[in-house]
């Protein structure tokens, strides 16, 4: 699996899984910012972290 496949996977789980802070999931994922992670989440995910959190959160979707 490549290397930002996993990078994917990883902050979806962590968005959909924890209450980790959207900072600390860029950090821990090598982001350069809140911005660029921000960005990568509307890219890959269509949504921003808040919004698919909050989706998730009113849906319980597991």
Do not use: W
């Not at 789980?13 to 910012?33: D, L």
Request: glycine share 4%.
């Amino acid at each position: 699996m490549s290397g930002k496949k996993k990078v994917v996977i990883n902050v979806y789980r962590e968005i959909k899984f924890t209450t980790k802070s959207f900072k600390n999931i860029a950090v821990e994922n090598n982001f350069s910012s809140q911005a660029h992670f921000n960005r990568f989440c509307k890219k890959q995910y269509g949504n921003t972290p808040k919004e698919l959190r909050n989706f998730y959160d009113n849906n319980k979707l597991y």
